[in-house]
């Protein structure tokens, strides 16, 4: 059995959905030592009179903000370290999806207010191709089940992308989930871990689009350790594909049905899997 926790991260131009999957076993090691990590923090902080962090939340490490604020560069690139230590000795399989928000409303251009939701729900189910996809080459005998992130977001659009998929006969896949369902980080060290590759997708992606194919030190470090990790991103155009398909094939289908799984490979491209 094995679980994969998935969480998004975002700015005004990029949407990405990632997170990791792993053994039960394993994400008990992880979360373990994890919360171990974040609790050796809490006791640095307590001593320097400085604020305690609740969690892991990787923009605001990043960028020092929220609970981060009174760090400095070289403390967060140890706690970076540290966690990117955790997650290399371990070794989930990791996989991200990103979009860019300006191309889901060129695409669905009367959707512009859902764009953000859009965005999550589509890469979502692209989340769930590489994870079948995962499951048939190293685990065609086990089963997965989906937790992710608890939000305005998520309550809908994960939701609808597990419940598509799974209703789409045509992917062979669709067998090997079971569940999906919303938990906080609060309850779930694992949405944490998950954060970090949403982040760190986010970012490649985004400044790929920017011209820059600069890693971040942290995904290097977990590149470095031989990490099995997939980042893909739509092609620009690849909404505008989607929606024309739709649009054909709904006009085709008294019961408006769509092959989900031509669908989805149709327009998703990958900057690489690393």
């Not at 953000?116 to 190293?138: E, K, P, Q």
């Not at 989930?177 to 982040?199: H, I, K, N, R, S």
């Not at 289908?253 to 989900?260: A, F, P, Q, V, Y």
Request: glycine fraction near 8%; include cysteine; aromatic fraction near 10%.
């Amino acid at each position: 059995m094995l679980t994969a926790y998935i969480d998004e991260s975002y700015n005004k131009r990029t949407f990405c959905v990632g997170g990791w999957l792993c053994s039960e076993e394993g994400w008990k090691e992880i979360e373990r030592r994890w919360s171990q990590r974040i609790n050796h923090e809490r006791r640095i902080s307590t001593k320097k009179h400085q604020r305690l962090i609740s969690r892991f939340h990787a923009s605001d490490c990043a960028t020092f903000g929220g609970d981060f604020r009174e760090w400095n560069q070289p403390r967060q690139i140890s706690f970076m370290k540290k966690l990117t230590q955790i997650i290399g000795e371990n070794k989930p399989v990791g996989v991200a999806v990103a979009a860019g928000l300006g191309d889901f409303v060129s695409g669905y251009p009367n959707q512009e207010e859902q764009r953000h939701r859009g965005c999550y729900f589509f890469c979502m189910m692209a989340v769930l191709l590489l994870i079948g996809d995962v499951m048939s080459t190293r685990f065609p005998n086990e089963q997965v089940s989906i937790i992710y992130d608890r939000g305005k977001l998520s309550e809908w659009a994960a939701q609808k992308a597990f419940t598509s998929m799974k209703n789409d006969a045509g992917w062979r896949g669709r067998n090997y989930f079971l569940t999906a369902a919303p938990m906080g980080w609060e309850y779930c060290v694992p949405l944490q871990v998950a954060d970090l590759l949403a982040y760190e997708g986010y970012k490649l992606i985004d400044r790929h689009n920017l011209g820059s194919d600069e890693l971040r030190r942290s995904l290097q470090s977990i590149l470095g350790q031989k990490v099995p990790l997939s980042v893909h991103s739509y092609q620009t155009d690849g909404f505008r594909k989607l929606a024309q398909m739709q649009t054909i094939m709904n006009a085709a289908s008294e019961n408006l049905t769509i092959d989900l799984k031509k669908i989805m490979d149709s327009v998703k491209a990958g900057w690489g899997s690393r």
